[in-house]
T-cell receptor, first 111, second 115 residues
Framework: DQQVKQNSPSLSVQEGRISILNCDYT??????FLWYKKYPAEGPTFLISISSIKDKNEDGRFTVFLNKSAKHLSLHIVPSQPGDSAVYFC??????????FGTGTQLKVEL | EAGVAQSPRYKIIEKRQSVAFWCNPISGHATLYWYQQILGQGPKLLIQFQNNGVVDDSQLPKDRFSAERLKGVDSTLKIQPAKLEDSAVYLC?????????????FGPGTRLTVT
């Protein structure tokens, strides 16, 4: 039972354009959603989060949108930079601060 | 501020052997997590500690995996005996309360290959 899904295993975007990464979830009890970024041979690093009571959170070039009725969230990166090339994991927080992760999307930003 | 430390970074063992991983969380973080990340998948929580007590070990294969966090600081995760399907990256994370969120900070992981 995969409660958090990232249906696009990979995404390729040109430098300067917008990157949109998507995530769907099934458990309506999740209260926080987080995006983590992972470079090869490193652990995931926290990028941005959003509470279930909000529909948007912005931090610099990164914006996360939450559509609770559709159980869908997305991460927008504008403008995309080559250093943004990494695997992005969507995670949802349940009881006891337990995170459930999606399978990740490999973003490649091309020059 | 020092991050989460893990060792070793890489380990290759044969099936049926045993292996242990070590984690030192960020100073002051009461909560420690061990995750298993199989290639092509997201991290999956194995066990969560609050100080030196276990909060959640529902996904830990207890017939072969064990973990402890003595004195509520460092932690070790052990696999005995290892199976081929245990090949994965083992991630340790720690957290403390930051406002309303409990952001988790991850270490670099230990890549285990079982042959």
């Amino acid at each position: 039972d995969q409660q958090v899904k990232q249906n696009s295993p990979s995404l390729s975007v040109q430098e300067g354009r917008i990157s949109i990464l998507n995530c769907d979830y099934t458990n309506s009890m999740f209260d926080y959603f987080l995006w983590y970024k992972k470079y090869p041979a490193e652990g995931p690093t926290f990028l941005i989060s959003i509470s279930s009571i909000k529909d948007k959170n912005e931090d610099g070039r990164f914006t996360v949108f939450l559509n609770k009725s559709a159980k869908h969230l997305s991460l927008h990166i504008v403008p995309s930079q080559p250093g943004d090339s990494a695997v992005y994991f969507c995670a949802a927080r349940g009881g006891g601060n337990k995170l459930t992760f999606g399978t990740g999307t490999q973003l490649k930003v091309e020059l | 501020e020092a991050g989460v430390a893990q060792s070793p970074r890489y380990k290759i063992i044969e099936k049926r052997q045993s292996v242990a991983f070590w984690c030192n969380p960020i100073s002051g973080h009461a909560t420690l997590y061990w995750y298993q990340q199989i290639l092509g998948q997201g991290p999956k929580l194995l066990i969560q500690f609050q100080n030196n007590g276990v909060v959640d070990d529902s996904q830990l294969p207890k017939d072969r995996f064990s973990a402890e966090r003595l004195k509520g600081v460092d932690s070790t995760l052990k696999i005995q005996p290892a199976k081929l399907e245990d090949s994965a990256v083992y991630l340790c994370a720690s957290s403390s309360r930051q406002g309303n969120t409990y952001e988790q900070y991850f270490g670099p992981g230990t890549r285990l290959t079982v042959t």
